[in-house]
C-alpha cells in the first residue's frame, strides 16, 4: 500500500523541519521546500537537503525542491513535481513564514508587502495548486500554521499579526468551497513561543532556553490529521489542546537530550 506524502513548506528548520522528521518516523513521504538548499544555503543555519537526509534515516522518500512561496511560478513547479514524483499529495502543511518587529508606521511598505506575501499569497498559491487535486481524489488535509498575533493587533507586529488573521479568513473560505469532498482545511494556531534556528541565529547571545520544543506542534498536527473530513474550516488552538491532553505539557527546547 502506497505511504501517505506530506508537501511542508518552509522546511529547513524550526517548526517545519520537526514536522518533517515527525511525519517520516509516522510513515509519510515528503516533499520538503524552502529557499534554503545545500547549493543555494542561507545565512541562518538549516538546509532542506539536510532535513531530507534525516527524514530518509527515518524511512521516508524525500523529494526536495527549492521555491520561493512568493513566486506563484514557483510553487505551481513545486507542486508538479510532487505529483510527477508519488502522484498524489495527503498532506499540505503551509509553514513558511516571516515575522519581522518594527513600529507600524516606520516599517516600509516593502517590508508590509514581502510579509503578506510570504504569510498569505504564498499559502494561497499552494492550496490553488494542490487542492483541486485532493478535491479530485476524494481525499486530502491541509494545515496552515497561524499566530495567536492573529487575535489581537500589535503595534510592533503590525505585518504578521495582518497576515496571520487573513491566512485564517482564507482557510475558512477554502473549506467552506471545499466541504463535502474529502478534502478538510483547518489552520493551526500557535501561541507560544517556538523555537527555531532562526530566532538563535537574529539574537545572538540570548537565552533562549525557555522557548518552546517545536515537537508539540507535531502533537497537534498529527490530532488534526487523525480527525474526519467533515472536521474542516476550523481554526484550532494549541493550548486548547493542550488543556485537552492533546499536545504534551510544557515542553522547552532547553530539556532536550540531542
Known amino acids: 500500500m502506497a505511504r501517505p506524502v506530506g508537501l511542508i513548506t518552509g522546511a529547513s528548520r524550526g517548526i ?3 514536522l518533517a522528521l515527525d511525519l517520516a518516523s509516522a510513515g509519510y513521504d515528503l516533499v520538503l521546500t524552502a529557499r534554503s538548499t545545500a547549493d543555494s544555503p542561507s ?4 538546509t532542506i537537503d539536510e532535513t531530507a537526509d534525516q527524514c530518509r ?3 521516508a522518500e524525500v523529494l526536495t525542491v527549492a521555491a520561493n512561496v512568493r513566486r506563484e511560478e514557483e510553487v505551481d513547479a513545486a507542486v508538479d513535481q510532487a505529483y510527477a514524483r508519488f502522484g498524489r499529495v495527503d498532506v499540505l502543511v503551509n509553514n513558511a513564514g516571516v515575522a519581522p518587529f518594527g513600529s507600524a508606521l516606520e516599517m516600509p511598505v516593502r517590508v508590509f508587502n514581502v510579509v503578506m506575501d510570504v504569510n498569505v499569497n504564498g499559502p494561497w498559491y499552494f492550496m490553488r495548486a ?3 487535486r485532493m478535491r479530485d481524489a476524494g481525499s486530502g488535509r491541509i ?3 497561524s499566530s495567536s498575533a492573529a487575535i489581537r493587533g500589535s503595534k510592533d507586529r503590525v505585518s504578521y499579526g495582518a497576515s496571520k488573521r487573513a491566512l485564517e479568513s482564507v482557510s475558512e473560505a477554502l473549506a467552506e468551497e471545499l466541504a463535502g469532498t474529502g478534502v478538510a482545511v483547518n489552520s493551526l494556531r500557535v501561541e507560544s513561543a517556538v523555537w527555531s534556528e532562526g530566532f538563535a541565529f537574529n539574537l545572538p547571545g540570548e537565552d533562549l532556553s525557555d522557548f518552546e520544543d517545536p515537537v508539540i506542534v507535531t ?3 498529527l490530532w ?7 472536521y ?3 481554526t484550532v488552538s494549541m493550548r486548547a489542546l493542550r488543556e485537552q491532553g492533546v499536545v504534551r505539557p510544557l515542553t522547552r527546547i532547553g530539556d532536550r537530550e540531542e
Open 130 to 132: 494542490v487542492a483541486p
Open 219 to 221: 502533537d497537534a498536527l
Open 143 to 145: 494545515v496552515n500554521i
Open 224 to 230: 488534526l490529521l487523525a480527525q474526519p473530513a467533515d
Open 232 to 234: 474542516t474550516g476550523q
Open 57 to 59: 534515516e527515518r524511512g
Open 43 to 46: 545565512a541562518m543555519p538549516g
Open 16 to 18: 517545519g523541519k520537526q
